[in-house]
């Protein structure tokens, strides 16, 4: 049988006892529940808190997929902040559109303390820091203010402005020190001051907008070479809320990538050529790496944060495909309070280049990383309920928040001893829960629902809600199949408790 978890049914429980809250499965399920130091994330209550890149918002995702509400179900939370970005072929795709901010604008209101990662390019290709500086480009940032305030985002954005400035693949690139010069002795336009001047005057326009006050900045660089040292490019401590950077598992270090085998796991070398990477990617040294950053950060008392991270899949064979080393390195920086990482988000897409999708929504091509799926599951996710079989089900059970199939016996077979598979948490006094039974496949008696029982135990009281037979069945037990008292209900298409 397969079940999806989707139509509802609401409980109140009340109980002077622990017990185990049990959505009742005939089967299949198989949840991690372990986790890993050094301190576990919070249901984005607190820092470090975890967005996700926010295709799909609008529910126009890959077969109708919110991919937001994916993501957040996947990692078993209850919410995560969300990312999108700006287009960067005209001005007034740069300047927050409502094709940008509506589908954000109605996140927020159903998010209210979340917050909204927009990535906003500094001008369309043509132009220059210099006109910038001078307040030529001024209206386009005000215009886009002047959105952002008038659909209710302004006190919920952190606006990622010019991001990756450090390499060389946007329009808005800062290619050349403050010294040097062209063959007829004029120093560049894509210097750092001029970056800093055109910076200084985005933000003072914005938030001179009425309304856009609380705008926050993240100052945003790459962790790719260039030569100049990338904190002559920074703005002021007066322009900046965030320091950031973009950090991907790729590398052209000695000994590091490509792998000796394109197939997992990749040679007996592979995890010397991870460590070596990672070395790389984490390091001070000349492709500013995290350390250098987080000592930017440190220097003007901001927080940090990682707007991209992801596992990667080159053509070139620079990326570390799936690799759990690196999710778990990770894990341990952005986890770490000593790093003082205010948010990251992984950079769930496969971009033009490299891949880097880890989640496998309906209507997507599944990820490429198995492996390093399950890695970023089990460390970002809550704790996944604890799952096991009762009594003698002939089939070892298995599940996932989303889906869940098995079979056995169930608990209507007769007798005081129950055998079916189920996923858990537990529960002390008063609490409430929602179920929803989506669908049933056929089979021998399918039953699919909500538990309240007091523990794991084949004979151990409990009371049940659940559809079997197209009815809605309620149980209490132990006692002898006879005498147990017994209601049932027809039940409306699709099933749903009531």
Not at 99 to 121: F, R
Not at 238 to 243: E, F, L, M, R
Request: with cysteine; aromatic share 12%.
């Amino acid at each position: 049988m397969a079940t999806n978890i989707r139509d509802s049914v609401v409980a109140r429980i009340s109980t002077t006892c622990k017990v185990i809250l049990t959505l009742l499965l005939s089967g299949l399920i198989s949840l991690q529940s372990t986790k890993a130091a050094p301190v576990p994330p919070t249901d984005n209550t607190s820092a470090p808190y975890m967005g996700t890149y926010g295709w799909g918002l609008s529910a126009t995702g890959p077969a109708g997929v919110d991919c937001n509400d994916f993501t957040t179900k996947w990692l078993y939370r209850s919410g995560l902040w969300i990312e999108d970005f700006t287009a960067t072929d005209t001005w007034d795709n740069i300047a927050c559109p409502s094709w940008l901010t509506n589908p954000a604008k109605l996140w927020v209101a159903q998010n209210p303390t979340g917050k909204y990662v927009v990535t906003v390019g500094m001008f369309p290709g043509g132009s220059t820091f210099t006109a910038g500086a001078s307040g030529a480009y001024n209206s386009y940032f005000q215009l886009a203010a002047q959105r952002l305030v008038s659909q209710g985002l302004a006190n919920n954005t952190i606006i990622r402005l010019g991001h990756e400035f450090n390499g060389g693949w946007y329009a808005w690139h800062v290619r050349h020190s403050n010294t040097e010069v062209d063959s007829n002795g004029n120093k560049y336009d894509d210097r750092p001051e001029n970056f800093v001047a055109y910076w200084q005057q985005i933000v003072t326009t914005m938030r001179a907008v009425p309304g856009a006050a609380n705008l926050k900045f993240c100052w945003c660089g790459a962790n790719t070479w260039c030569d100049y040292s990338v904190s002559t490019a920074y703005p002021g401590d007066a322009y900046v809320d965030y320091v950031a950077v973009d950090i991907y598992d790729q590398s052209w270090a000695t000994n590091s990538y490509p792998y000796t085998t394109s197939v997992y796991p990749y040679g007996s070398d592979a995890s010397t050529r991870q460590h070596n990477a990672w070395a790389d990617i984490s390091g001070t040294n000349s492709n500013n790496g995290l350390g250098t950053w987080k000592s930017i950060a440190v220097a003007h008392a901001k927080p940090l944060a990682i707007p991209e991270w992801g596992l990667t899949s080159r053509t070139d064979g620079h990326g570390g495909l799936d690799d759990p080393y690196y999710v778990q390195q990770m894990y341990n920086f952005i986890q770490d309070p000593v790093n003082n990482v205010a948010f990251h988000v992984y950079f769930d897409v496969n971009a033009s280049d490299g891949g880097h999708v880890i989640t496998s929504p309906a209507g997507r091509t599944p990820t490429s990383f198995p492996y390093s799926a399950a890695s970023l599951r089990q460390l970002f996710g809550l704790p996944f309920p604890v799952n096991n079989d009762i009594g003698t089900v002939g089939l070892a059970g298995s599940n996932d928040p989303v889906t869940v199939s098995g079979a056995g016996a169930g608990f209507l077979a007769g007798g005081t001893s129950d055998s079916f598979h189920f996923s858990s948490l537990s529960v002390t006094g008063d609490d409430r829960f929602v179920v929803q039974v989506n669908s049933m496949s056929s089979g021998a008696g399918p039953q699919s629902g909500a538990m309240l029982r007091q523990s794991s135990a084949a004979n151990a009281p409990y009371a049940a809600l659940f559809v079997a037979n197209g009815q809605c069945i309620s149980r209490a037990g132990p006692l002898p199949v006879a005498s147990l008292p017994s209601t049932t209900r027809s039940a409306p298409s699709p099933h749903r408790f009531g």
